[in-house]
């Protein structure tokens, strides 16, 4: 099995409304679903992420990225592991965008 960073992507413009209430509970209630239905397969819950900063050779300064959130789960395949986001609540109920899904390679040389 190998390990994959799955990354809960925003909107391109900012929702303009929050969802309602009803909408929260349901789309919390399937995410809590979606974490039982797939525990076997989650390495870290993760979470939602706040707001960035970037740090390069010219300093530190405030960005803005599309990244609300992240977990680790683990599958036999990138495939695989794509294919456990289908359908996730982050964009078929919550205004989310999309999930990234990508391989957490070993580092190279890395002493033992």
């Known amino acids: 099995m190998k390990n994959f960073l799955g990354v809960y992507m925003g909107r391109e413009t900012p929702v303009s409304e929050r969802p309602d209430n009803a909408t929260i509970a349901r789309g919390m209630a399937a995410w809590h679903k979606w974490m039982a239905?797939?525990?076997?397969?989650?390495?870290?819950?993760?979470?939602?992420?706040?707001?960035?900063?970037?740090?390069?050779?010219?300093?530190?300064?405030?960005?803005?990225?599309?990244?609300?959130g992240f977990i680790i789960v683990k599958a036999e395949s990138h495939e695989a592991a794509a294919r456990l986001f289908e359908g996730h609540p982050h964009f078929s109920i919550f205004p989310g965008d999309s999930v990234e899904v990508m391989e957490c390679l070993p580092v190279p040389n890395a002493p033992a």
């Open 37 to 68: 239905d797939n525990a076997d397969s989650v390495v870290v819950a993760g979470g939602p992420l706040g707001k960035t900063k970037r740090i390069g050779a010219d300093g530190i300064s405030d960005i803005r990225n599309r990244m609300a």
